[in-house]
């Protein structure tokens, strides 16, 4: 059974994500402050967190920042009540997996809960290959394949679509990609990412005009829905 910590301080909307988790099957603790939650958060055992943004004392960036620094990769979804891009783009910079937005339909929230879910069981396994659309990667062989026609990929394109298939499904930050591809010691602007994730989708998107594969995600960064 999947273990889920839900950190809320709002008692209706905590019984209500206990109820909700418990009955798809998941074993479920609920605390209601910061403090208590990165307590639990370091002392490990859960598949999932659901963490507020607005807690009393210590609040949910300071908790998931603290948390990333100690180590702890448990997936996270943030819940805040904030809607403006830039709270948004703070979760996801500090190491939150998803974030949802308040109010939030309980059939939005546990689609959420269970895509994060699978990608934490996903990308436990290395990928060798992966096939989406008519394309297929060969990560053994550094192959791209389109209907057995190889794409012409730089080192640094196959590099960017390895991140992206890693963590298909997740939005990935600007700052994150240029740590991930190009090195946390390399200082580039963001116009680096934007032109590599235009010249792959001018390689793998069937209309790059409009694409289908690599989903800018305004003001955040990209996801890949492949």
């Known amino acids: 059974m999947q273990r889920i910590l839900v950190v809320e301080d709002e008692p ?14 998941y074993a479920v603790e609920v605390v ?8 639990r958060i370091l002392e490990g055992g859960f598949d ?6 607005m807690l009393p004392g210590t609040d949910g960036f300071t908790v ?3 948390a990333r620094i100690q180590g702890v990769r448990t997936p996270i979804i943030m819940l805040t009540a904030k809607g403006r ?5 703070v979760g996801l910079e ?25 990608r934490g069981q996903d990308e436990a396994k290395p990928l ?12 053994n062989r550094f192959e791209v394949l389109r209907k057995g026609e ?6 640094m394109e196959f590099k960017l679509l390895r991140a992206f298939l890693d963590h298909r499904g997740r939005v990935l930050t600007i700052d994150e990609l240029l740590q991930k591809v190009w090195g946390e010691d390399v200082f580039l602007t963001d116009r680096v990412v934007y032109t590599h994730v235009n010249n792959l989708r001018g390689k793998i998107e069937e209309d790059p005009r409009n694409p289908r594969l690599l989903i800018s995600v305004r003001g955040i960064g990209y996801r890949f829905d492949g």
């Open 64 to 66: 998931c920042r603290e």
């Open 12 to 25: 209706t909307i905590a019984t209500g994500l206990h109820d909700d988790l418990e009955l798809e099957g």
């Open 48 to 53: 999932l967190i659901l963490l507020d943004v």
């Open 150 to 155: 190889k794409i012409d990929l730089t080192a």
């Open 128 to 139: 060798s290959s992966y096939h989406f659309a008519d394309i297929t990667v060969d990560f």
């Open 85 to 89: 891009e830039v709270d948004k783009v």
């Open 32 to 39: 209601d402050n910061g403090s208590a939650a990165l307590k």
């Open 94 to 118: 500090l190491g939150a997996d998803d974030y949802v937005t308040k109010p939030f339909s309980p059939r939005e929230l546990l689609a959420r809960v269970k895509a994060v879910l699978r």
